[in-house]
């Protein structure tokens, strides 16, 4: 039934069809929501409703299997309770319209576009979505595909309940509803919501102010592919989602990228994740207790954090593999959590301000740096290679002192790069005893990555160089604090 549907669109073959709604043809024409609705209501499954220019002002219910198409964006303004439209049944497509209004939730769930658990097949194009709590959500439905639409969520409304993703407590459930900040017209939902629905297609989707861009919980088998995502909360946020592919997608001025919590397997891949910086969250890619996880040929540039990961808790849930990307000018490239189990290869990791840092004790020997012969490049690589075979003869090494002190220090993160800490790396690598975050036995010489997009100018860069000044003032102190005590405490060894 979908594939008459969708040509009959494509080619603007309108039989069997319903008369067009009664109008001026231009978008003065004002008329209720019934109009529309009693065609859908006298229509035949298989049918083309369509919808002239114009504004109808009320929500409609499409419960017949039609195709509701809209000619010159006619507005479908909503009553301002529950979702505008609502869709439950089978194969319906919707397009070309402009739909706004809905309840303010979070209560409810309301969405400018909301499909049923019944409406599997539906299909969603060039729709857009303006001021409603949520922007398309679908709960329960097999087989949808959101394809070319546009949601703007309300720029005014909080976002709220940033630190979920690394809230040790938090939990999704169904609707999202708990994630919520305030109420009433202050709440702002999700831009695409997918709860429990399973062989999902999200592609070529515009979606900005939203909470999380694309909000997916309990899905299996989703392809979320070539969307543009900003000035959201997480771009992309995913719970207990099972077979799930996320690719060539820009998700940038985010508070944070791609955050994926539990299930997997996942394949995160070619894609671009820009200007992360929220100083809470700021990941480009969180990785918590996702197993089966292949992160691969992505382009990760001025976050907070570029890559961390948090688990998974046990081996059985598959291995996490992250390689070819381009990890560049964050404030810290890899963030690893004791429980970090990931093999790393092929990265390039380019001017971070620190490469690699351990959350905490027990992190060294815990991931591996080559994979097959193959280790990463290193912009801050200090060794050589007499072969001349692209592999340097001397392992890199990083994750001692300095980034120690930044762990129990963040504020001095940006003075990282600079000469102070770089006085500490030295005397560090020849007095203290090390257990390395990094030991990457065969760095590359060249990258083998896709080459990275440049950021908006750095907020880390900006106050690296305003604090540039500090770094003689903070220097005895911090040499103190990296290698007396350790000294101190081997002499009293040694005694």
Do not use: C
Request: no cysteine; hydrophobic share 45%.
């Amino acid at each position: 039934m979908l594939a008459p549907l969708l040509v009959a669109l494509a080619l603007g073959v309108l039989s069997p069809s319903v008369p067009l709604a009664q109008g001026t043809g231009s978008h003065e024409h004002h008329a209720g929501a019934a109009e529309i609705q009693a065609r859908i209501d006298a229509a035949a499954p298989g049918d083309v409703v369509h919808v002239e220019a114009g504004m109808y002002h009320g929500n409609l219910l499409v419960h017949v299997p039609v195709a509701l198409h809209g000619m010159d964006r006619p507005v479908i303004q909503g009553d301002g309770t529950g979702s505008v439209v609502t869709v439950t049944a089978p194969g319906v497509v919707l397009s070309g319209l402009l739909v706004r209004g809905s309840a303010p939730g979070p209560v409810g769930g309301p969405a400018g576009v909301r499909v049923e658990a019944e409406a599997d097949g539906a299909v969603i194009r060039d729709v857009i979505v303006e001021d409603s709590y949520a922007g398309i959500a679908v709960y329960g439905a097999r087989g949808v595909r959101l394809l070319e639409n546009t949601i703007r969520g309300r720029v005014a409304a909080e976002v709220g309940d940033e630190g979920h993703a690394i809230d040790p407590d938090g939990e999704a459930t169904p609707g999202h509803e708990d994630h919520a900040a305030g109420t009433g017209v202050f709440s702002r939902g999700d831009g695409i919501s997918l709860w429990d629905a399973h062989d999902v297609l999200v592609r070529d989707n515009d979606v900005a102010f939203a909470r999380d861009g694309v909000f997916l919980s309990f899905g299996r088998n989703l392809l979320i592919d070539r969307n543009r995502i900003s000035d959201s909360r997480y771009a992309l946020h995913s719970m207990f989602s099972e077979e799930l592919t996320i690719s060539d997608n820009t998700f940038e001025r985010n508070l944070s990228g791609a955050v994926m919590m539990y299930g997997g397997p996942a394949l995160v891949v070619r894609n671009r994740i820009l200007d992360s910086r929220s100083p809470s969250t700021g990941f480009g890619a969180l990785l918590k207790d996702v197993g089966g996880v292949e992160l691969a040929e992505n382009v990760l540039t001025g976050n907070r954090v570029g890559i961390q990961v948090d688990g998974p808790p046990a081996a059985a849930l598959g291995e996490v593999r992250i390689y070819r990307n381009t990890v560049a000018l964050n404030r810290f490239g890899v963030s690893l959590y004791p429980s970090a189990r990931a093999t790393f290869f092929a990265n390039s990791f380019v001017e971070n301000g620190l490469q690699v840092i351990g959350q905490g004790t027990g992190v060294a020997g815990k991931n591996s740096w080559v994979f097959e012969g193959t280790g990463n490049y290193w912009s801050d690589y200090r060794g050589y290679d007499l072969a001349g075979d692209g592999i340097g003869d001397v392992a890199y090494v990083a994750g001692g002192a300095v980034e120690g002190i930044v762990r129990r220090a963040p504020v001095l993160a940006a003075l990282a790069s600079g000469p102070a800490f770089g006085l500490i790396r030295a005397v560090g690598d020849r007095w203290i005893d090390r257990a390395p975050v990094v030991e990457d036995h065969r760095p590359l010489m060249r990258p083998a990555s896709p080459a990275a997009t440049s950021p908006a100018p750095n907020a880390v860069t900006s106050a690296a160089l305003g604090a540039a000044g500090l770094a003689g003032v903070v220097l005895a102190g911090l040499t103190l604090v990296a290698v007396r005590r350790p000294i101190r405490r081997g002499r009293r060894r040694r005694a």
